[in-house]
């Protein structure tokens, strides 16, 4: 699962294929191809845009009520972070929770970045859109 998450006002926004704002509208993201994993992010102030990534191995059957005892989730959260190649992976993050600055991994793209859209939906287009006087 991938999440914005807000360090203006502390909002988390679960992604979907419109654009999700905070609260405060200083961050905003979407989708861009769910299937792939693929999302892009804009904000007014950048500094203080992140993704949360939460992988789906441990949070799915802790939702369906699969985990009930500490071992249980011990055992999800090792198999969720033998993931090669991943940032939940336990030479890296070793967490089955990451905090993201936007750009930082190849799944997630400032919108300018990501690859032009099919149709009128830029983010240019909404008036709720943020303005490009963002810091860096």
């Not at 845009?49 to 249980?72: F, H, K, R, S, T």
């Amino acid at each position: 699962m991938k999440a914005l998450l807000c360090g203006a006002c502390g909002d988390i926004q679960a992604l979907q294929t419109d654009w999700r704002s905070c609260r405060c509208g200083n961050t905003k993201a979407r989708w861009t191809d769910p299937q792939r994993g693929l999302a892009e992010f804009d904000g007014l102030d950048r500094s203080k845009c992140y993704l949360l990534g939460l992988n789906n191995q441990l949070l799915v059957p802790a939702m369906l009520g699969e985990l009930g005892i500490w071992e249980d989730f011990r055992a999800a959260h090792d198999v969720a972070t033998d993931v090669p190649h991943h940032v939940f992976d336990k030479t890296r993050a070793g967490c089955w929770a990451v905090v993201v600055k936007v750009g930082r991994t190849s799944d997630v793209k400032w919108v300018e970045d990501a690859a032009p859209s099919d149709g009128d939906d830029s983010p240019s287009a909404p008036a709720s859109a943020p303005s490009r006087g963002h810091a860096e």
